[in-house]
């Protein structure tokens, strides 16, 4: 009967021994898997798999998808739609869209994600355009050799986002339909989305569609941290006239329940742009797991300081995002970059490169080239736009330098808070170098500078609003 006790025992302890490396292994992966689940909100909280609490601070990877003529190496500003179907009727479509895929390459390349994850950053978002995934606006995607929707770049995107550690917030920049009256959804003064007419209404359902293939494609990638539906949609009429904003309000309800009816998991930000009574709180129409974002331009300390205690007083028991931001007028970085992490907010900048006049030292980039040579659309030849388009652009190709703004920026990723640049409305910043403090201030009054003479150039042309 010993005998037999001993033998149990030394075979049960030789089980132990044998399972132990096998349950410390898949409680590993276990953990492992939980901390790299996806992103969602927990009250005003975005919280990662673990239950930890993750503010997101980065920057847009603006020009890639669509382009801003301001800053990217085309000239046009109605927007890029212009340069684009011209080209068409030049080279082809096909010629055309293989031009458009190589300046995204150049753009930006692996270095950009790695100079993003430098700076401390912790996210990426991603400004697309449905031009780069179809070939017009009657939803016709471009498909790989088997037959599936190409989303290769894309892919790539997400590939790298995931080897440098920075979550993907993917921007529909620009929709078939233009959502507002601006340059940067691809051509100003064109809104019709939001129409009661039946070209409208194919307009809503192609980009529901897109919505639709996208998030099929993206539900299992926990890198993606959330889907940002429609870039400022509505533009200055979002809360001016009650019809448009309605019409806007329920196609966002269409677009939510597509995403969810194939994807879940992932977080939706929905724009309320420049205050939060411009979107429906959570609870008319039963939103769940959403973050609202807005879009900061304002010219003083004192209306970022009135926009945060808007956010506050919403209550809506969400997240809120800063999806771009810049101080203009009188206003600062200190403060708001302070404002923004004091009060919890996530934020990414506007925009990560620029290429342009002044764009070298300008606070709007954290990389800038003033000697790119911009393309001549209507004449250029297929070779000439290749080459422009080339590997000149890249941020390490020799004609870009980083800006003070990038080594500024450096010091708030952690979530810094300058206290005397709070109380004192940027008077007496404390945070970050003398020497950058002071490049940065002079870069800004360049900025300004270039900004008017930017202004004056669209109100000749009739393309500001």
């Given at each position: 009967m010993k005998r037999n006790l001993k033998k149990a025992a030394s075979l049960l302890l030789a089980a132990v021994l044998l399972l132990t490396p096998l349950t410390a292994l898949c409680a590993g992966a276990a953990d492992m898997n939980t901390a790299q689940a996806f992103l969602h909100t927990e009250g005003e909280n975005i919280v990662n798999g673990a239950g930890e609490q993750v503010v997101l601070r980065g920057t847009n990877f603006g020009g890639w998808g669509i382009m801003e003529d301001w800053f990217c190496p085309f000239t046009d500003p109605a927007?890029?739609?212009?340069?684009?179907?011209?080209?068409?009727?030049?080279?082809?479509?096909?010629?055309?869209?293989?031009?458009f895929k190589w300046y995204r390459s150049n753009w930006i390349t692996e270095t950009d994600y790695k100079n993003v994850a430098d700076v401390g950053?912790?996210?990426?978002?991603?400004?697309?355009?449905?031009?780069?995934?179809?070939?017009?606006?009657?939803?016709t995607w471009y498909r790989g050799a088997d037959g599936e929707i190409d989303f290769s770049e894309l892919d790539e995107v997400i590939r790298l986002c995931k080897k440098y550690g920075l979550y993907l917030i993917i921007d529909l920049h620009g929709l078939p339909?233009?959502?507002?009256?601006?340059?940067?959804?691809?051509?100003?003064?064109?809104?019709?989305?939001f129409d009661d007419t039946p070209q409208a209404s194919r307009y809503r359902e192609v980009v529901t569609?897109?919505?639709?293939?996208?998030?099929?494609?993206?539900k299992d990638e926990p890198t993606v941290a959330m889907y940002d539906l429609m870039n400022e949609p509505c533009g200055t009429n979002i809360t001016r006239e009650g019809n448009l904003q309605q019409s806007f309000w329920d196609f966002s309800d269409v677009l939510y329940r597509a995403i969810r009816a194939v994807d879940p998991d992932h977080i939706i930000t929905?724009?309320?742009?420049?205050?939060?009574?411009?979107?429906?709180?959570?609870?008319?129409y039963g939103w769940t797991n959403?973050?609202?974002?807005?879009?900061?331009?304002?010219?003083?300390?004192?209306?970022?300081?009135?926009?945060a205690n808007e956010i506050r007083k919403a209550g809506y028991n969400a997240p809120?995002?800063?999806?771009?931001?810049?101080?203009?007028?009188?206003?600062?970085f200190d403060y708001m970059l302070s404002l923004f992490n004091e009060r919890g907010l996530s934020w990414t900048t506007w925009t990560y490169k620029g290429a342009g006049d002044r764009a070298d030292n300008s606070p709007w980039f954290l990389y800038g080239s003033s000697t790119v040579e911009k393309i001549d659309y209507v004449n250029d030849s297929y070779d000439t736009l290749w080459t422009k388009w080339g590997e000149v652009l890249r941020t390490d190709g020799g004609q870009f330098s980083r800006t003070a703004f990038a080594d500024?920026?450096?010091?708030?990723?952690?979530?810094?808070?300058?206290?005397?640049?709070?109380?004192?409305?940027?008077?007496?910043?404390?945070?970050?170098?003398?020497?950058?403090?002071?490049?940065?201030?002079?870069?800004?009054?360049?900025?300004?500078?270039?900004?008017?003479?930017?202004?004056?150039?669209?109100?000749?042309?009739?393309?500001?609003?």
């Open positions: 927007g890029e739609d212009n340069a684009y179907l011209t080209l068409v009727s030049r080279f082809g479509a096909e010629k055309t869209h293989e031009l950053m912790n996210c990426v978002r991603l400004p697309i355009w449905y031009r780069n995934f179809q070939s017009d606006d009657n939803g339909g233009y959502q507002n009256d601006y340059d940067h959804c691809g051509r100003s003064k064109s809104m019709s989305l569609d897109f919505w639709v293939e996208l998030a099929k494609h993206c929905m724009e309320a742009i420049w205050d939060p009574s411009a979107i429906a709180g959570p609870d008319v959403i973050v609202y974002q807005e879009h900061l331009y304002d010219v003083t300390n004192i209306a970022y300081l009135n926009k809120f995002y800063i999806g771009e931001f810049y101080p203009r007028g009188v206003s600062t500024f920026v450096a010091n708030y990723v952690d979530g810094t808070v300058d206290h005397a640049s709070f109380y004192s409305f940027g008077t007496l910043s404390s945070v970050g170098s003398v020497d950058v403090r002071w490049n940065l201030f002079m870069d800004k009054l360049k900025a300004i500078y270039t900004t008017i003479l930017d202004w004056i150039r669209k109100l000749k042309t009739g393309d500001l609003l």
